[in-house]
């Protein structure tokens, strides 16, 4: 249901570096942010020390989308799912850091076309190395 801890982007200084030095790409209702991974950012254990230079991936969804929490979170939930199982096959090597944030339109539109806009951005970003 969840990314796992290791595909998770987490704190408020990786935030502002994404926002800050990530690539955008756009679609009618999401926006993908994609960066290089900063290590520094990241706090680790030594168990963790595997993982810090894996790609790593955060949704993003405003109150804009629906006042709801309930929605909000099925909404993430659905995009999780989807995100773990296409970044199973990304090579760990790439170090990349995602941010998806979608628009107050997302929620208008069907599961099955949000999860195709996704594949559009990804693949606008040439996340996939094909």
């Given amino acids: 249901m969840v990314l796992p801890k290791s595909m998770r982007i987490k704190g408020y200084k990786s935030f502002d570096y994404l926002h800050k030095t990530g690539l955008r790409y756009n679609s009618s209702s999401m926006l993908l942010k994609v960066a290089k991974a900063n290590s520094r950012l990241i706090k680790s254990k030594l168990s963790d020390s595997k993982f810090i230079n894996s790609t790593r991936c ?33 090579p760990t090597n790439q170090n990349l850091w995602l941010l998806f944030s979608l628009r107050p339109s997302s929620l208008n539109k069907d599961p099955k076309e949000l999860l195709k806009e996704m594949d559009t951005l990804i693949s606008k970003a040439r996340i996939f190395n094909d």
Avoid: E, P, T
Wanted: no cysteine.
């Fill in 58 to 90: 955060a949704i993003s969804i405003s109150n804009k989308v629906s006042k709801r929490a309930v929605v909000r979170n099925q909404l993430r939930r659905m995009l999780h799912d989807y995100l773990k199982a296409k970044l199973a096959n990304i």
